[in-house]
């Protein structure tokens, strides 16, 4: 079958809508977030077009930072698949993204999708990092004294955070990345200064985390603790919504046996990621 890659166009968004709005069991985020995508700087959505020009297949590329590039949304027409699409898509993107001086190139695969790991190992990536993404329960249960809880941290606190987190197994385990959500990047300084102006720098005795929050609940972007604090620190962060609340607590965190165990303890329920990449 043949086919042509292009940038994807404002006009190609109501035709995309039709054939992502099902892709799990649960939906898809692509037809909300896709006429955004195409306005944002340092991002390309790239489509696979058949003779009518219609899309049949879409992937995003964005730098997130001037030498990191990250690649997601790989999405194709059931009728179109195991054509060479999702491989010609990823190709495109990461010429779009040497142009422009990114280094490497990296993208998150769920461990339980197995054909597609396969898939981006055939295309040069390798694997570079586990993490899990994992969810407490809505209901807290016991709750932490005031004093052993999490609380607004200031820039002399995320000092000493990142100096201890740059030496730990959970920097080492990360490969030094930092979560944005379902993307990563190398993490720095700056990123725990901006969460403290952000009022999403918190500490406690159990560690330091940075979190952003929106209606659903509150999402744990970045972790440093030790193996004897995990425990302290993953039970404050379940504190950190009343009990009984609608909205949750997620977290993405580096995978290492100790905080497994310690969020296991708690309640959470985790989903495995794998974090590739490819150098530029």
Not at 244 to 262: H, L, Q, Y
């Amino acid at each position: 079958m043949s086919f042509v890659i292009r940038p994807a166009r404002a006009d190609d968004v109501s035709s995309i809508e039709t054939w992502t709005r099902d892709t799990f069991s649960w939906g898809d985020y692509v037809p909300e977030r896709l006429p955004g995508w195409l306005e944002e700087p340092g991002s390309l959505v790239i489509v696979c077009v058949l003779d009518d020009d219609q899309p049949v297949a879409l992937s995003r590329a964005e730098l997130l930072s001037p030498s990191e590039a990250w690649l997601s949304a790989a999405r194709v027409h059931p009728d179109h698949r195991r054509v060479g699409m999702g491989m010609a898509m990823n190709d495109f993107a990461v010429g779009w993204a040497r142009e422009r001086g990114a280094l490497v190139a990296r993208l998150a695969i769920e461990a339980r999708n197995r054909a597609a790991m396969g898939q981006v190992l055939r295309s040069g990536y390798r694997q570079t990092g586990e993490w899990v993404h994992a969810t407490a329960p809505r209901s807290a249960g016991r709750r932490l004294d005031r004093d052993l809880g999490l609380r607004h941290g200031a820039v002399v606190d995320a000092d000493a955070a990142w100096t201890f987190w740059s030496q730990s197994d959970l920097a080492q385990a990360a490969r030094d990345l930092i979560s944005l959500g379902w993307r990563w990047r190398k993490a720095s300084r700056q990123d725990l200064e901006r969460a403290v102006e952000a009022h999403g720098f918190l500490h406690g005795p159990g560690g330091w985390v940075i979190t952003e929050s929106d209606d659903e609940g509150i999402s744990v972007r970045w972790v440093a603790t030790t193996p004897a604090d995990a425990p302290l620190l993953f039970q404050g962060l379940r504190d950190l919504l009343p009990e009984g609340s609608d909205r949750r607590i997620e977290a993405m965190v580096p995978v290492t046996a100790w905080a497994v165990e310690a969020m296991h303890r708690e309640g959470f329920e985790m989903n495995p990621v794998n974090i590739y990449s490819k150098g530029l």
